[in-house]
């Protein structure tokens, strides 16, 4: 049995850090996106029939691309490469590039002509008619992305299935380009279309940059629908649960847009702002180290390494916790401030900074269950287990209706984002349970370490609490933009996070440890080399 370590492992955090910096720089720009968006259009109703437009595009994307080349394409195509048969892996990329491709502009051709019902009687039955009409509309004009966004998605799973993750780590970062130069460019003049062209636009780059790279590496796309194909079997099989488990996230988006437009205008775009500042520490944190490491387990479950999969994930928890639980407690804490100085600008009205404000609170709480969920997924994903994310993602589904039936009454689109928190928090639990039994005492090791980070972290949201409240004051726009707002946010920021990162030093968190033995490691080696 091979056991992956040293090197390897080094490798893995020389990844990570590589994707963690496009992801970062992806969330940024994808932060200056919705800036720009929330000043142009605030949260009135043509951003209401904006946001329920990309629901069904963005369904149809998540299942038949993300779900063929996630996680059923790469292990099956990297189990081909490490053997050293390039040949057939490539001629697999090509045959499930094709059928994924004619699914897909079959589905889209489909929804072409469903789209006026499936705004009206799923996504948004509640918005008001001429912005039903507006989405109807876009839902047909976005529904070119999934196509150049499925391409980008071909791209990302056949560079990552070689360990090449710079390339598809960026990708993204020309998708959110496009969208801004939309934003800057064409929605003065064309309103919510010109925000569509822009995603249109950028879905061309995301694609383009990926396949250039593919080009680069030898591979040449040759259209193939030879249902014998080696591998191809496996494949699907790995792919029927799967795109379950892909739409059930875009479900769940939809069941938000769903409940929200019921409750009026500027609940739909609320949500939706809050979600995005939601996203982006997960994506920074979960989606960066979730996608380096899946590889990596799916080479370990291959050579039957059951106890390093154990080990990789345990090494991939261990500081996501780190990070993400003073994540939540930074944007419970400060949710006003952040919506404050990132979105209250033009049509972004203080009515919209408190809607989204209120909506964050409610989301911050799911933060550590989302990322924890990214992560758990890909090592049943990496052990050829779809089935299980798949049926905890469908009792999730089930959950958040009921309990988003139950709570908007009282909370209004509070309990909205409540619900989906409190259920990702159920599939987490759900998952652990299972993986547990599946690896044999997973998780006993981290129990320790997550003590010590929750005492760090109470540290942190005292002080936080302390000053959330003079802090808000401070960065009211009401009282004039100045840049000492920003400085006063900066500040109060870095303070409760270095008191988070002393108190963590003074509690002996081992991830903390760990980063300063690295660092000591990195000077030592550098020192050496320079002698």
């Given amino acids: 049995m091979t056991s992956i370590d040293g090197d390897t492992t080094r490798g893995v955090a020389g990844n990570a850090a590589i994707v963690a910096a496009a992801f970062v720089l992806s969330r940024v720009l994808g932060l200056v996106r919705e800036m720009l968006i929330a000043a142009r259009f605030g949260t009135g109703p043509d ?32 189990g081909l490469l490490a053997r050293g048969d390039r ?20 589905a889209s051709l489909l929804t072409v002509l469903l789209a006026g019902w499936l705004i009206r009687a799923l996504v948004a039955p509640g918005l008001a008619p001429p912005q039903q009409e507006l989405a109807t509309d876009l839902t047909r004009l976005l529904l070119l992305s999934p ?15 070689q360990h090449a993750f710079a390339v598809a780590a960026f990708a993204p970062v020309l998708y959110n380009l496009g969208i801004i130069l939309g934003a800057l460019f064409l ?20 694609a383009g940059i990926q396949f250039l790279d593919l080009l680069r590496r030898g591979w040449r796309f040759v259209p193939a629908l030879d249902l014998r194909t080696e591998g191809l079997d496996q494949v699907g099989r790995l792919m029927a649960p799967r795109i379950l488990g892909q739409a059930a996230f875009q479900i769940n988006m939809i069941v938000l847009t769903n409940f929200a437009s019921r409750l009026g205008e500027r609940h739909v775009s609320a949500l939706n702002y809050a979600f995005q500042l939601f996203m982006l520490p997960h994506g920074v944190l ?34 996501l916790l780190f990070l993400t639980i003073p994540a939540t407690l930074g944007l419970l804490l400060f949710r006003t401030s952040i919506v ?49 994310p798949v049926l905890a ?15 908007m ?31 044999g005492g997973f998780g006993t090791g981290l129990l320790g370490s997550l003590a010590r980070v929750l005492a760090a972290g109470a540290l942190m949201a005292a002080a936080g609490w302390w000053l959330a409240g003079p802090l808000a004051i401070a960065t009211d726009p009401a009282t004039g933009r100045s840049v000492s707002q920003v400085l006063a946010f900066a500040y109060t920021l870095a303070a409760v996070a270095a008191c988070y990162f002393v108190a963590a030093y003074f509690l002996s968190v081992p991830e903390l440890q760990t980063l300063f033995r690295r660092i000591a490691s990195k000077r030592r080696s550098t020192a050496s080399n320079a002698d």
């Fill in 47 to 78: 951003y209401d029939a904006y946001v329920a437009a990309f629901r069904i595009p963005d369904l149809l994307f998540l299942v038949v691309m993300s779900g063929a080349f996630g996680s059923a394409f790469i292990p099956v195509f990297g």
């Fill in 87 to 106: 040949a057939r892996a490539w001629r697999l990329a090509n045959t499930v590039l094709t059928l994924a491709l004619v699914v897909l502009a079959a």
């Fill in 147 to 161: 196509l150049l966004l499925g391409l980008g998605a071909a791209g990302k799973g056949m560079l990552e299935a």
């Fill in 187 to 206: 929605a003065p003049a064309y309103g919510p279309f010109g925000l569509a062209i822009g995603v249109i636009g950028g879905a061309i780059g995301h």
């Fill in 286 to 319: 979960a989606l960066s180290l979730s996608t380096v490491i899946f590889p990596l387990m799916a080479r370990q479950f291959a050579v039957g390494d059951l106890p390093g999969v154990r080990r990789t994930l345990q090494q991939a928890l261990s500081p």
């Fill in 340 to 388: 404050q100085v990132l979105f209250q600008f033009g049509a972004f009205s203080a009515t919209s900074t408190e809607l989204v404000a209120a909506a964050l609170g409610y989301f911050a709480p799911g933060l550590v269950a989302f990322a924890v969920v990214e992560a758990v997924t890909r090592a049943f994903y990496a052990m050829h287990d779809t089935l299980t």
């Fill in 393 to 407: 993602a469908v009792v999730t589904i089930a959950a958040n209706i009921a309990l988003s039936w139950l709570l």
């Fill in 409 to 439: 009454p009282s909370l209004g689109h509070r309990g909205l984002a409540l619900s989906l928190s409190l259920t990702t928090t159920l599939e987490m639990a759900i998952l652990l349970l299972v993986l547990r039994r599946r690896l």
